[in-house]
């Protein structure tokens, strides 16, 4: 053997004893076939079940409302609900219903039924991976029958809710909050009159049947007017003690005042709103080339509908009440300056569409049909009025939407119904018009009725959409009080109508 042959053999020699105690060692050994098998699998993922699922019967026959608790999982984004018929003896196939979900939110679905029975309802939630929770199953019956809704009373319930959870008694003035617990109602002022205004549909709901609780009624208007509206801007020139920087302000107060003066036949309060008005209001409006309006408030020039429109309203109110020509001219000049300048041709009075303006700016054109008794007037109380019964800008899974939660976007729909139920009430209107506005209205009160948590009355509160049951830590007054101006429309629409539906 050659010297280079045997130096070779020599360092394999020495070589192979490392390699094998190398590969030898025991953090290295070989994967087991059931790590082999597990390699590159992903954690389990659960994905939790929906909680709280209840199938509640309606006023239809055969129809059940399915509420539950999604999971808090920021990868939902679906329930699919499952629900057969029981049937002795015989296994029915499921019909399924997807239903959009987002995290931590309350769910729920309207099942309207093919037939009377006992049902077995079934949900699972499923991520944005198709992943699916484990079925969580009950069983509802719902009504074979149907009943019929006494909306008069649930009024009287809404309405107390509000008084109950929200007015200061000593004053006539309303909070923010259930009993104040977030404090802040001092600078509540605007919204003080569209809360009253729930408070007077009440009373001349109730007078004739309750005058105990109409008495009542009447010491809270007293109060409300003796305390200002809780107004917190204070002047040593207000001789009304009314006045505010924000013109609209004073219009919003000023038609409660009206409406009290209407509904008790005391004229303190419109005698006052006239005060305020020809002292306060009109003469605030200033002229340029797009004619002559209010402004928002004395800081400002800028004109827009949420002062124009009241103001129209209130300027048509007074002539009715004292027929002096110049509350019309000022009625047609408030109104000729929205139609030029704000309203658009579908029928937005401003962008973006309120509920609150949409509405007052209807019933201005109303009033000033039947004191002119010029039909364009009339066409245009059912464009504006109707564009937001229609309109996807409005609307929310076919209700009102939820324009916002602060205290001003949070009563807007309090002052929208009385209008439109005013329009549906008018025989002067299309009656096409009235027919499609009437199911809407009902609609979104069968809607709120079944996402009130009666068993927390008093505190059975409106949330700010009314296709959701309140859920929040603290209640808001604006909320409540469109919620109950929904519901006292409607009791006064079927009254109006000698209607018990």
């Given amino acids: 053997m050659r010297l280079t042959e045997r130096k070779n053999l020599f360092l ?24 082999n098998d597990n390699k590159g699998e992903e954690p389990t993922i659960i994905v939790n079940p929906v909680t709280d699922l209840k199938g509640e019967e309606t006023q239809n026959a055969n129809e059940l409302k399915v509420t539950w608790q999604n999971p808090k999982d920021p990868r939902l ?4 609900l499952s629900y057969a018929l029981l049937t002795e003896g015989t296994e029915n196939e ?6 959009n979900a987002t995290s931590g939110s309350k769910g729920s679905f309207l099942l309207k039924l093919a037939q009377y029975g006992n049902y077995e309802i079934s949900a699972v939630a499923i991520d944005n991976y198709g992943r699916r929770s484990e079925k969580v199953t009950i069983t509802a019956t719902p009504s074979k029958t149907g009943f019929v809704i006494d909306w008069s009373a649930l009024a009287d319930s809404c309405t107390y809710v509000l008084i109950e959870q929200f007015m200061n008694k000593n004053k ?9 617990i977030s404090g802040g109602s001092f600078n509540i002022y ?30 809270y208007f007293k109060l409300w007017f003796e305390n200002k509206a809780n107004n917190y801007h204070h002047s040593a020139s207000d001789e009304t003690g009314f ?28 005698n006052m709103a006239k005060k305020i008005y020809d002292q306060h209001i009109i003469t605030r409006a200033w002229t340029d080339n797009k004619g002559t309006g209010l402004p928002w408030q004395t800081e400002s020039n800028g004109r827009n509908a949420c002062t124009n429109s009241p103001g129209c309203l209130i300027a048509v109110k007074l002539y009715k009440k004292f027929n002096k020509e110049n509350y019309l001219t000022d009625a047609k000049t408030l109104y000729k300056y929205i139609e030029s300048n704000l309203l658009k041709d579908d029928g937005r009075v401003e962008e973006p569409p309120l509920t609150y303006t ?48 602060s205290m001003d976007q949070s009563i807007f729909k309090a002052v929208f119904v009385p209008y439109a139920i005013n329009l549906i009430l008018d025989d002067k209107a299309l009656s096409s018009i009235r027919t499609s506005l009437r199911s809407f209205m009902k609609e979104n009160a069968k809607t709120l009725r079944n996402n009130l948590n009666r068993k927390k009355y008093p505190a059975m509160y409106c949330d700010y959409y009314w296709g959701s049951i309140f859920s929040g830590d603290v209640a808001s007054m604006g909320a409540q009080a469109s919620g109950a101006s929904l519901i006292e429309g409607i009791a006064r629409m079927l009254a109006s109508e000698n209607n018990p539906e």
């Fill in 358 to 405: 949409q509405g007052t700016f209807g019933e201005a054109c109303r009033q000033l049909y039947h004191v002119t008794q010029e039909v364009s007037y009339m066409r245009m109380a059912e464009k504006v009025i109707n564009y937001t019964a229609t309109s996807s800008r409005c609307l929310r899974n076919g209700i009102l939407r939820d324009e916002g939660t």
């Fill in 12 to 35: 394999m020699l020495i070589a192979l004893p490392l390699l094998f105690c190398s590969c030898g060692s025991g953090d290295d050994s070989l994967p087991t076939k059931e790590e």
């Fill in 243 to 270: 006045l505010n920087p924000f013109t609209d302000d004073m219009c919003w107060i000023c038609l409660t005042m009206i409406h009290l003066s209407e509904a008790t036949g005391d004229d303190t309060y419109i």
């Fill in 172 to 180: 006539g003035t309303f909070w923010k909050s259930p009993k104040d």
């Fill in 190 to 219: 605007w919204q003080q009159a569209h809360a009253m205004d729930v408070v007077v549909y009440s009373y001349e709901r109730i007078k004739d049947e309750n005058p105990d609780l109409a008495n009542t009624y009447k010491r």
């Fill in 94 to 99: 499921p019909l399924t219903q997807q239903v």
């Fill in 77 to 80: 984004i679906r329930v699919e």
